[in-house]
């Protein structure tokens, strides 16, 4: 990182957006002027190219060219199709990536499938304060086989140690979706396969945002969300990954009839497709596929490097910028201070964060709370700017001094936060 001058000004952001090597890309999504959308760690902004394509799907290949388009339109082949555009996005070769299903049902179907292969090694190995829809597919998954499983739950800091223990799988989310806090994924990879454990990988923080080496790190299988940094749109499609060495070991239980060997063929008997594609199911959402194609078209040309290393000087930025213009306004930084060790996202805690993010929602920044008392701020480098942040923070400033956060109508909690 450059040293950032200690008083920063508008206009210094002003140069940092000159200077972005990224900054064409904010011309492939469509975000409205007056908005500053620190929110992409949620759900990614609109494609511009988006519309479009969904409006062609739509009318002519569903439209006019009906139930031929399987096969003319390639609809049949999406989930591998789109697995290949979030290949190099997450350092894998193609053939491991496929596109199905929500991240809450692909941790089910792998995380099933890896401990079965481990029998009888029972344990599965969690963080406490994972991410809680991973909680719960693993409670869900306990309660299903009994004795053959049991979920043990560590702090973050005691993953390291328990892995040792004739523990079967670890499921982890690479970069903690509050407080953005990353995980060595190679050293725990490392750790894991050495005491005879496999690791699943939780990337739907991290895909889109960050370098990602899964096959130079050994990983054995991950799962991530379509909708955020792949800008793939509300509840898009989520993505698989497992391993070549493993692809043939793991039966994974949703067996669905688009996982079979020859679909087509109708048979009585299931019988698993080779390669990744048995981890399929049903029938792929292609509305939604086409969606998310156009989402990960984004990245076209774009090199993670350089998605990451923006990301981390906008979260440097923002936290400079917080201690700079906010010192005394109550706020804990929840986030690792080191960027290297920091997601794209910053996390800050506050008594009163729903109400201040309320504020800023209605001065038109855009983050998010996680209870009790966590406010988010995301960055998209494919489209977050420089002055972005600074506007963000001097909006937070201007709130704070004047407290206007404490009016009535920002204690009003809204379903989704
Ligand atoms: C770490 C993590 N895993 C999974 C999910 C969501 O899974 P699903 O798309 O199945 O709801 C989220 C959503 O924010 C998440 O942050």
Not at 32 to 42: A, C, F, K, R, V
Not at 65 to 87: F, K, M, Y
Not at 193 to 211: I, K, P, Q, R, T
Request: hydrophobic fraction near 45%; charge should be negative.
């Amino acid at each position: 990182m450059d040293t950032v001058p200690e008083n920063i000004a508008r206009a210094d952001c002003e140069g940092m957006d000159a200077a972005d090597p990224l900054a064409q890309a904010r011309r492939r999504f469509v975000l409205p002027d007056s908005t500053i959308y620190l929110d992409g760690n949620s759900l990614g902004a609109l494609p511009a190219n988006l519309p479009e394509r969904i409006a062609d799907v739509v009318s002519r290949e569903w439209g006019k060219d009906l139930v031929g388009s399987w096969n003319t339109n390639g609809w049949i082949e999406l989930p591998q199709r789109i697995g290949a555009q979030i290949a190099p996005l997450i350092g894998a070769e193609a053939d491991q990536v496929i596109a199905a299903d929500s991240t809450s049902v692909n941790l089910f179907k792998l995380a099933a499938a890896a401990l079965l292969h481990q029998a009888p090694r029972r344990i599965v190995l969690s963080e406490r304060g994972n991410f809680p829809t991973d909680l719960y597919v693993l409670q869900g998954l306990e309660h299903l086989l009994g004795g053959r499983m049991a979920l043990r739950l560590v702090e973050r800091d005691d993953i390291a140690g328990a892995s040792a223990d004739g523990v079967a799988l670890i499921v982890l989310t690479h970069v903690h979706y509050k407080t953005g806090e990353v995980h060595d994924m190679r050293a725990i990879t490392k750790a894991a396969h050495d005491a005879g454990a496999l690791v699943l990988w939780d990337l739907s923080h991290s895909a889109g945002a960050m370098e990602l080496f899964l096959d130079r790190d050994a990983a054995d299988l991950a799962i991530g969300c379509g909708y955020k940094y792949l800008n793939g749109g509300p509840g898009a499609p989520a993505f698989l990954y497992v391993a070549r060495r493993h692809q043939e070991k793991l039966h994974q239980p949703l067996s669905g009839w688009m996982g079979h060997a020859a679909p087509f063929d109708f048979a009585d008997h299931y019988a698993p497709a080779p390669g990744i594609a048995r981890q399929l199911c049903g029938t792929p959402a292609v509305l939604s596929m086409a969606a998310l194609a156009e989402g990960l078209a984004t990245f076209e040309g774009i090199a993670m490097a350089a998605v990451r290393e923006k990301s981390k000087r906008l979260g440097d930025l923002f936290l400079d910028l917080l201690e700079q213009r906010c010192p005394d306004a109550g706020f804990e930084i929840a986030c690792p201070r080191d960027a290297d060790r920091r997601g794209s996202q910053v996390a800050l805690r506050h008594p009163h964060g729903y109400e201040i993010v309320q504020a800023l929602i209605a001065r038109h920044v855009i983050g998010d709370f996680r209870a009790p008392d966590i406010l988010r701020f995301g960055f998209a480098p494919l489209y977050s700017r420089y002055v972005d942040v600074w506007d963000a923070v001097d909006r937070l400033a201007a709130i704070m001094a004047d407290a206007s956060w404490r009016e009535g109508r920002f204690g009003i909690r809204a379903a989704v936060t």
